[in-house]
């Protein structure tokens, strides 16, 4: 079993740089689909033994919706955008990839750091929840299109439950469920918004919506 | 009980979606806030139940930010009305680049408000802190339509960084709470449940570094949401796009309920007697914002942005007020109540003035008290609130925190207060007493004949700031100092 | 010290072309086509060294020692490699450092003897080796570290005796991500595709094929017969990690080790055949990557 988790954190981390050095847009909706598909299962297998009912549907779920779901309502997004379908991001693939290899660096050290007296079933889960989090600001902050920002802020919220499914919180369902819905609704109404800021700029760089600022 | 009043407006928005008629969607929308804050008053006479296996409750903070928000919203679907059936009546070129765009649907711009008050009802009656994040993120996305009504490009740039800066923000408070569920967990492996109840008596059991790190996800979290500078970047964007209406209700609601999740990792740390590290995280993003706000309002063309700056200000002291501790929670509970007031209608007025004016811009403006009587005594009147300036709301609460600051011996941060305070009432005094006196240009002529509603609402929000200056109901009173208390 | 068996080198040096060969014939195949056989390249050896050899005017000694010393370096390199189950000829703490840098001294003679003849095409070449091999080598060094690590031995030789199915079954993660990252550097500095096309002779996509474009005869077939070795080098490590069955018998060993290495050859092959040849501003990325998967393997 422990075999089995830390195969699917490392495929996790794969998928993080995959997110950070795809040139593609679909490429990088397929990362974060595999993303998604892997927490699902990172959730069942940490429960160990313990397996539920509600401990396998709502990981199933969640798996399910961000796993097809939501990308299929990205790529759907991406193709109504009419839009240069690269990556086009603000730093370099190359120093993308350095600055993912030091975000892995940094949550390695911090998972070292907070050491969790519970009993974790493996020591990686924390490092790669941090990792795939940070990845995500990475992404959201170097990456031009409104949609690469879209995909960063899933890999957060990816980091997040994965965090949570490594402490394995026993969360109530009703709340699951809740973040979950809230995670799919914040998508959803992201796709809309970059729809419309496609028909209104004919473009998704949202690097060049800059009509608002303050100058001090 | 509790449940009604979320479920109230809830069905009301869904309602509003399908409703054809124009007139009968504005009367649900009155009869729904009608509703709502008569709910809400009598809470304050009979407790209701715990629901939900007491997820859901009153405590006093939560009935304080439910009835406030309540009452403002009641407050500004009276003028969202008015507003509305003006907005039908013209075309609506653009002010500043001269283009002509579309409203949103009406009846999506109607059943997003309901869906707003559902989501921020939720969130002041959740004790379980897990709930009050799905309710919060709620806020976001039924907020986010709000901000986008005028249908453009720079209105959409603002719904855009709206979206993605709170949305990131909230991501971050989730890691907070499940910090927090980690630091709630005994090392016997039991947990303790993640109500607000539960871990305040079970305070001294939390693991401290990790209830410390979780504080701080928090405080970043809800802080971008609430306004707190250095997150604060998408909040004068979203206040100068919004619709008037909008602009209250994000400045006078949904800035309180971000600032209720704040206020709950506040409780838990008081109780567990981890004061001292929270109140100076809370200290110096307070003083950080005040510093940004009075930065940033200098010089500020826009009266809008200068209004949404001064959110933030506002919510810089609302932070320090708490973090002070004492008799400056107090304090600031009472500035919640008055800051919420006064900047609604503000909002409201100024409203009013682009509708007249057509312009933001606060040069193009003069004369505003011979075009606009009542609105140009109002915006005097909320100028001299929001600076601080007795006998209005602000000026009691604001001073509370200053003497407790000094009673405390925090002598540095009292003077850094008063400073920034004082640039900041310099800063908006010129260009807003400009915007008053004076005379109108030539081609501004009276308005027409405009809802009743858009100017009496602003007056009775004036009104009750002139009078929360003046004399503090008791009832009032002892509500205020109850909340205080669960914050040391 | 002669502490182990010399038999590696032995058989490095004799098959060292037929690995070439199965590729080649491999990628026939894969195309439809009988092929060349499979003693071909060393019929061409053959041809090449009976062949005089034609120095230009503009080059010095310094053409002349290239093949030879990228030759003999590489030839020195096999002599600390294990193969089969048989420990290296040499083998001491930290040899596998001492075959990085022996590579790198024939590749610095080989860029060296490329820029002697002076024509920009060879330079051209010479500085996209250089670049490449900047980022292949640190992925092939945290790779060799990461076995290091994980059996905790220092030399070549004890490591990929170590490294067995109950090691892998403990850390197949890291064992994994290893041979990702010593399969690109084997790519990369084998110059196969996706790194580099041996096939191609345009000027676009040319790497390592336009450095050695002005030796002919007997030190254009010092060159072949050097890369062919490098080849089983690197084939000869990433066999050790991936097929790591020691089960006693010499000559069982020795023969599933070759049996291995056919398999890697024909894997190189199908590879060659079904991926097109990456852009060159896309290959320090991929190498970025193998440093990447190899420091991950490294680290954890």
């Avoid at chain 1, 990308?71 to 839009?83: G, I, N, Q, V």
């Avoid at chain 2, 006196?437 to 602003?458: C, E, F, I, N, W």
Wanted: hydrophobic share 60%; aromatic share 8%; glycine share 8%.
């Amino acid at each position: 079993m422990s075999q089995l988790i830390n195969s699917i954190l490392i495929l996790l981390v794969l998928t993080g740089f995959m997110l950070l050095s795809s040139s593609r847009l679909a490429a990088c909706i397929r990362a974060i689909a595999i993303q998604g598909v892997l927490l699902g299962i990172l959730a069942i297998a940490v429960q160990g033994r313990q397996l539920s009912m509600a401990g396998v549907l709502l990981p199933l779920s969640s798996a399910m919706v961000k796993g097809f779901v939501l990308p299929w309502m990205l790529l759907r997004a991406m193709r109504e955008a009419d839009t240069v379908r690269e990556v086009e991001p603000l730093i370099s693939y190359n120093l993308s990839i350095i600055a993912g290899t030091a975000a892995l660096g940094l949550s390695l050290w911090l998972g070292h750091r907070l050491q969790l007296s519970s009993q974790l079933a493996s020591s990686l889960l924390v490092p790669a929840a941090f990792f795939t989090s940070l990845v995500g600001m990475i992404v959201i902050a170097s990456r031009r299109k409104a949609l690469t920002q879209v995909l960063g802020y899933l890999a957060l919220e990816n980091g997040v439950y994965a965090f949570g499914a490594a402490v394995a919180l026993r969360l109530p369902i009703l709340v699951e469920l809740g973040i979950l819905l809230d995670v799919f609704v914040g998508v959803f109404v992201m796709g809309i918004a970059i729809f419309h800021i496609s028909r209104e700029f004919n473009h998704i760089d949202a690097d060049k919506l800059q009509a608002l600022t303050d100058r001090l | 009980m509790i449940v009604l009043l979320i479920i109230i407006p809830a069905s009301a928005g869904l309602a509003a979606f399908f409703i054809e008629s124009d007139r009968l969607r504005r009367i649900l929308l009155l009869a729904t806030a009608s509703a709502q804050t008569a709910l809400s008053l009598t809470t304050w006479i009979v407790s209701p139940a715990p629901a939900l296996g007491g997820w859901l409750a009153e405590d006093a903070l939560g009935r304080l930010i439910e009835t406030l928000t309540s009452v403002l919203f009641l407050a500004a679907s009276f003028y969202a009305v008015a507003y509305l059936r003006e907005e039908r009546r013209q075309t609506h070129s653009d002010f500043e680049e001269g283009f002509l765009f579309s409203n949103a649907r009406e009846a999506s711009f109607t059943a997003c408000l309901l869906f707003f008050l559902a989501a921020m009802t939720l969130v002041a009656v959740s004790q379980q802190l897990a709930l009050l994040w799905v309710a919060v993120e709620a806020t976001t996305l039924a907020s986010a339509p709000l901000i986008y009504f005028h249908r453009h490009h720079r209105s959409l740039e603002a719904t855009w960084k709206y979206l993605l800066i709170c949305s990131v923000g909230i991501a971050l408070a989730l890691l907070g709470i499940f910090f927090l569920a980690v630091a709630a967990t005994n090392p016997d492996g039991t947990t303790i449940p993640l109500t607000v109840q539960d871990l305040r008596s079970n305070a001294h059991h939390l693991n401290v570094p990790w209830f410390r790190a979780a504080f701080v996800l928090l405080l970043v979290g809800f802080g971008t949401k609430m306004g707190l500078a250095p997150f604060h970047t998408w909040l004068p964007d979203a206040h100068s796009e919004a619709p008037s209406v909008a602009s209250a209700l994000l400045s006078g609601a949904l800035l309180n309920c971000a600032f209720l999740g704040i206020l709950r990792a506040q409780e838990i740390s008081v109780a567990g007697g981890l004061a001292d590290f929270s109140d100076k995280l809370l200290l110096v993003f307070g003083l950080i914002s005040m510093g940004v706000a009075a930065a940033f309002i200098s010089g500020q063309t826009d009266y809008k942005r200068m209004l949404a700056y001064s959110s933030v200000e506002h919510m810089g002291i609302l932070a320090v007020g708490v973090g002070l501790g004492g008799a400056a929670v107090f304090g600031a509970v009472l500035h919640v109540i008055n800051h919420s007031l006064t900047k609604a209608m503000l909002f409201l007025v100024a409203g009013n003035f682009l509708a007249a004016y057509r312009t933001k811009n606060s040069a193009e403006v003069s004369g505003a008290l011979s075009v606009l009587p009542v609105s140009g005594v109002l915006w005097l009147v909320g100028l001299l609130a929001i600076t601080g300036s007795p006998p209005f709301g602000p000026f009691l609460s604001e001073f509370t925190i200053l003497k407790a600051a000094l009673d405390h011996g925090q002598i540095f941060v009292a003077v850094l207060y008063l400073v920034l305070l004082a640039i900041i009432m310099a800063a908006m005094a010129a260009p807003a007493l400009a915007m008053a006196q004076g005379t109108p240009a030539a081609d501004v002529k009276a308005a027409p004949q405009r809802g009743l509603a858009l100017s009496v609402v602003p007056a009775m929000l004036g009104i009750a700031v002139l009078v929360m200056g003046v004399y503090v109901p008791p009832v009032l009173t002892r509500a205020l100092r109850e909340a205080a208390h669960l914050l040391g | 010290m002669l502490s182990g068996s010399i038999l590696p080198l032995i058989l490095a040096v004799m098959l060292a072309p037929l690995m070439q060969a199965v590729i080649t014939r491999t990628k026939s195949v894969m195309a439809g086509r009988v092929g060349q056989p499979l003693l071909q390249p060393y019929w061409d050896l053959l041809k090449l060294l009976r062949k005089g050899a034609v120095y230009s005017n503009t080059t010095t000694w310094i053409f002349q020692m290239g093949p030879a010393v990228g030759l003999a370096s590489v030839i020195l390199a096999m002599a600390l490699v294990p193969f089969g189950g048989l420990s290296a000829p040499f083998a001491f703490s930290g040899d596998f450092v001492l075959i990085a840098y022996l590579m790198g001294l024939g590749r610095f003679f080989t860029v060296l003897a490329a820029l002697d003849t002076g024509s920009s095409f060879e330079g051209m070449g010479a500085s996209r080796e250089v670049t490449f091999s900047a980022l292949a080598e640190p992925a092939l060094f945290l790779g060799l570290a990461a076995l290091a690590r994980q059996t905790g031995l220092l030399s070549l030789s004890p490591v990929l005796a170590a490294i067995s199915t109950v090691t892998w079954m403990h850390a197949a993660p890291i064992l994994s991500l290893t041979l990702a990252g010593l399969i690109i550097v084997f790519l990369a500095e084998n110059a196969r595709i996706p790194v580099d096309d041996p096939t191609t002779h345009l000027e676009l996509t040319m790497i390592h094929e336009v450095m050695v474009l002005d030796h002919s005869g007997p030190d254009f077939a010092m060159i072949q017969y050097g890369a062919a070795l490098k080849m089983w080098l690197f084939a000869a490590i990433i066999i050790g990690v991936a097929a790591p069955w020691h089960l006693g018998n010499r000559l069982i060993d020795l023969g599933a080790a070759l049996g291995a290495m056919l398999v890697l050859g024909i894997a190189a092959g199908i590879i060659e055949s079904s991926m097109a040849r990456l852009r060159l501003l896309r290959v320090p990325q991929l190498l970025l990557v193998a440093i990447v998967l190899s420091a991950l393997a490294l680290a954890l």
